[in-house]
């Protein structure tokens, strides 16, 4: 069946600019993370979403992000007045549920900020 | 509060001997602990849990990994490695009682097999 699907696979935005990331789970995982991953660093939370609603947002580093998942499957990541330390993978994965289950992640988007 | 540290930054083994990479945790409750297999460009994909029961777990591609409570590890292992094995390595925890659905990942092990 289909994985986790991510889009676009890279992309390339100014200092300054608006990126929307986005991120098509499984069906019927109820479970939606975000994660953010530097070069030789594990993947770092960013927000967990269980159905429609943001279950824990605690790993967003400032108010310039933000993520919804509207009807409770494709998911969008934006990222205001980006900075050059924005640049790394964003990883996204899902689960059937938020305790025991294993995620299953997208080949993740590139963002580099210049 | 939980964590996870995997020791090694990078793992070298020739192609047919036996392979492992090592984890180790803190946890206030029990662990929940995963591996996960990350190749170039690509997403990380799973490779095995450890929930309850049995401390040997068996997972994808002949690896397997072995919960030691007392030394709070969970080393994956596999007994005659692949030069396609190659790849980078991830533990994750996440702690059964600390109401939180979050795990939290090691920084990674690269295994390198030499043909």
């Known amino acids: 069946g289909a994985g986790v699907s991510q889009t676009p696979s890279n992309k390339v935005t100014e200092k300054g600019k608006y990126v929307e990331l986005r991120c098509d789970p499984i069906?019927?995982?109820?479970?939606l993370y975000w994660y953010r991953q530097s070069l030789g660093q594990g993947p770092e939370f960013l927000i967990y979403f269980q159905g429609t609603g943001a279950a824990d947002d605690s790993g967003l580093p400032n108010d310039r992000f933000f993520a919804v998942r509207p009807e409770g499957s494709v998911s969008t990541l934006k990222i205001q007045r980006t900075e050059r330390g924005d640049s790394a993978v964003y990883l996204c994965a899902s689960s059937l549920g938020g305790s025991g289950y294993e995620q299953y992640f997208g080949p993740g988007t590139r963002l580099t900020v210049t | 509060a939980q964590s996870v540290a995997q020791p090694e930054d990078q793992v070298n083994v020739a192609e047919g001997n036996p392979l492992t990479v090592k984890c180790t945790y803190s946890?206030?409750?029990?662990?929940?602990l995963f591996w996960y297999v990350q190749y170039p460009n690509r997403g990380l994909q799973f490779l095995l849990k450890?929930?309850?029961?049995?401390?040997l777990v068996k997972g994808s591609y002949g690896f397997e990994a072995e919960f030691n409570k007392s030394q709070t590890s969970f080393h994956l292992k596999k007994p005659s490695a692949l030069v396609s094995d190659s790849a980078l390595y991830f533990c994750a925890v996440r702690d059964e009682s600390g109401g939180s659905y979050i795990p939290t990942f090691g920084r990674g092990t690269s295994l390198i097999v030499h043909p």
């Open positions: 450890y929930i309850t029961g049995d401390n």
């Open positions: 069906s019927g995982h109820t479970a």
């Open positions: 946890v206030s409750g029990n662990p929940y």
